[in-house]
Antibody, heavy 123, light 103 residues
Framework: QVQLHQWGAGLLKPSETLSLTCAVYGGSFSGYYWSWIRQSPGKGLEWIGEINPNGSTNYNPSLRSRVSFSVDSSKNQFSLNVRSVTAADTAVYFC?????????????????WGQGTTVTVSS | IVLTQSPGTLSLSPGQRATLSCRASQSVSSTSLAWHQQKPGQAPRLLMYGASTRATGIPDRFNGSGSGTDFTLTITRLEPEDFAVYYCQQSRTFGQGTKVEIK
């Protein structure tokens, strides 16, 4: 049974960098879309982006200028960085395993979620 | 694509039937339509994918249907553990959620 476990700093000041890491246990690391999703009261569930099975990254256009991902396949881990955070980045951040039916990028859904990390940005 | 879920809140008693709606702003493939359940303080959990296929371990009182722009999640007889928030997902977009609360 696949489990995702995530960690990272939960309290940041404006302009700092948000960094989270997610480890994958109990399943294959290849063939999936390793994703980050956040949830805030104002915007609900928001897809941040993903690392696709080819190792390429796709980002939500609204966050692309500040977001980057990295992956360490040897440890079955992937990470999220969000630069220059503001109060608007306050949210619960989830790592997630995405998959694409028939290997078609558009037929994407999430089948496994990390436990979530509450990130608060405050001066 | 915008997903609009209705109602925002559904107040029902255990044993009753719940019908949740997810409407897309344009026609979408049912292949990428999923439903998730989220309880307070927890991560979402996949319930249904491909609009009508239950995820592993999901009881058969949960049923999904629909096509085009209109999709439905039905819980035939609510159990105490079913009171939660339900989100539809179409590809990389989520609806705003429907809360099913105890009446």
């Amino acid at each position: 049974q696949v489990q995702l476990h995530q960690w990272g700093a939960g309290l940041l000041k404006p302009s700092e960098t948000l960094s989270l890491t997610c480890a994958v246990y109990g399943g294959s690391f290849s063939g999936y879309y390793w994703s980050w999703i956040r949830q805030s009261p104002g915007k609900g569930l928001e897809w941040i982006g993903e690392i696709n099975p080819n190792g390429s990254t796709n980002y939500n256009p609204s966050l692309r200028s500040r977001v980057s991902f990295s992956v360490d396949s040897s440890k079955n881990q992937f990470s999220l960085n969000v630069r220059s955070v503001t109060a608007a980045d306050t949210a619960v951040y989830f790592c997630a395993r995405g998959r694409a039916a028939r290997n078609y990028w558009y037929f994407y859904d999430v089948d496994v979620w990390g436990q979530g990390t509450t990130v608060t940005v405050s001066s | 694509i915008v997903l609009t879920q209705s109602p925002g809140t559904l107040s029902l008693s255990p044993g009753q039937r719940a019908t949740l709606s997810c409407r897309a702003s344009q026609s979408v493939s049912s292949t990428s339509l999923a439903w998730h359940q989220q309880k307070p303080g927890q991560a979402p959990r996949l319930l249904m994918y491909g609009a009508s296929t239950r995820a592993t371990g999901i009881p058969d009182r949960f049923n999904g249907s629909g096509s085009g722009t209109d999709f439905t999640l039905t819980i035939t007889r609510l159990e105490p553990e079913d009171f939660a928030v339900y989100y539809c997902q179409q590809s990389r977009t989520f609806g705003q959620g429907t809360k099913v609360e105890i009446k």
